[in-house]
């Protein structure tokens, strides 16, 4: 089993996760970060670190945004590994409770 980070983390990308993250299955995109599920242990470190409940086992993605678990399969084989934390975007906080964020995801 696999972590995904689902669309609440779009235009938000905030990388507490990465920093406890022991394999480094982080990668981040323009704004928005995947795990990458070959290399997830499932060691469920990242869930409770994400501040916008971003993060989620692939048998408890919400309704509606299991797509995701590809599309991080996807982007992770695209993007590269991050294993520092950074600043959140400028208007993170501005972004974090919205919904339908999808079409707003950068590749």
Known sequence: ??????ESCIKCKYTDCV?????????????FLVI???ECIDCSLCEPECPVDAIYAEDDIPPGQEH????????????????????????????????????????
């Not at 089993?1 to 689902?6: C, E, P």
């Not at 920093?19 to 704004?31: L, M, T």
């Open 36 to 38: 990458d599920p070959e």
């Open 68 to 107: 995701f678990l590809e599309l991080n399969a996807d982007l992770s084989r695209e993007w590269p590994v991050i294993t520092e934390k950074k600043p959140a975007p400028p208007d993170a906080a501005e972004w974090d409770q919205v919904e339908d964020k999808l079409k707003y995801l950068q590749r």
């Open 1 to 6: 089993m696999t972590y995904v980070v689902v």
């Open 19 to 31: 920093e406890v993250c022991p394999v480094d299955c982080f990668h981040e995109g323009p704004n």
